[in-house]
């Protein structure tokens, strides 16, 4: 929803973007069709007067009243990465875990903030804003809650590759295995969109150790296969997969390599496919993740045989590595 995003994301504009898109969506009419509250307004910057003033005059029962979209002004708020008006909500006694009608609490929202604010250029330091996150959590907001998708605030954060609050939520007890509606992990939301920083901190936190498969049947080499770049095939290289079957065949019964091999193949149509540039060198790419497959399997053998000589001689191989 484009008004949506225009109020709820400002940083993500260029200023005479943003004046355009406030020229078509800011009417009263426009407005008036969000629902908004007096609270929700000032939050906002739409109403002319002075959020705290309204904020102190709102009672506590009327703090969490919502739009038609189910969202609070703080959950607003949250997307806009306004750590100042969060405080303050939370304060005058918001609720932290309310839900909107996609089931996305403020933890959810949270995330696009900090997204923002790394990739605006008037952030001096160029680092996600942890403070969102971090007062949200302070006031009992649920790290694990799920939105319709399915996603828990770690899946935004990996797709979103903010590698920061990746890891404050990994730190403080963040399910790294946790999967979607579609079977998804945050490992795979990352490698979907090449998320580099992100795959790097779940690389770190053991997340190929038990990566599992999509509903499609994909699994972390399928997706590595049909969207993974050069960078994203070295930092695979580095993660301890643990047990992961090479020639798993997805619902479609194509083996990772065999995607791997279409890709190489058939670049252009991959790329129309995939809704992603051709790659510059698709026999390089080809050589790079048959050299990840082959490693893969190298450490498995390599545990095979450790298992052996720890059994005594006992039968160790995958089938012992998968319980």
């Not at 969207?227 to 930092?235: K, P």
Request: charged fraction near 30%.
């Amino acid at each position: 929803m484009a008004g949506e995003k225009i109020l709820g994301e400002p940083s993500e504009w260029e200023d005479h973007e943003l004046n355009l898109l406030k020229d078509l969506f800011s009417d009263q009419s426009h407005l008036d069709s969000f629902h908004f509250t007096e609270l929700h307004r000032t939050c906002l910057g739409i109403s002319g007067k002075i959020f705290e003033e309204i904020l102190a005059y709102t009672k506590r029962s009327a703090i969490d009243e919502v739009d038609v979209s189910g969202r609070t002004a703080l959950s607003w708020a949250a997307q806009r990465g306004d750590s100042k008006a969060i405080g303050q909500l939370l304060d005058h006694g918001a609720i932290p875990n309310k839900p909107d009608i996609s089931e996305k609490t403020r933890l959810h929202w949270s995330i696009n903030a900090n997204k923002l604010a790394w990739q605006d250029s008037h952030v001096a330091s160029k680092k996600e804003n942890s403070s969102f996150l971090e007062t949200l959590v302070g006031f009992k907001a649920d790290i694990e809650t799920e939105s319709d998708e399915g996603w828990r605030p770690l899946h935004r954060a990996a797709h979103k590759d903010c590698p920061v609050t990746l890891s404050q939520l990994l730190d403080k007890g963040a399910d790294v295995h946790a999967t979607d509606t579609k079977s998804r992990t945050a490992l795979h939301l990352s490698l979907l969109r090449n998320c580099h920083k992100a795959i790097t901190v779940l690389i770190e936190k053991d997340a190929c150790g038990k990566s599992g498969k999509s509903e499609l049947g994909h699994t972390v080499l399928h997706i590595a296969a049909r969207y993974g770049d050069i960078e994203t095939l070295a930092l695979l290289e580095s993660a301890a997969f643990g047990y992961i079957d090479t020639d798993e065949r997805n619902n479609d019964r194509f083996t990772a390599m065999s995607d791997a091999e279409w890709r190489k193949d058939e670049n252009e149509q991959w790329a129309d496919l995939s809704l992603q540039p051709r790659d510059e060198d698709p026999a390089k790419w080809y050589a790079a993740f048959e050299t990840l497959v082959d490693n893969i399997r190298k450490d498995q053998r390599k545990s095979s045989n450790e298992g052996e000589c720890d059994d005594g001689g006992a039968r160790g191989g995958l089938s012992h590595l998968d319980g």
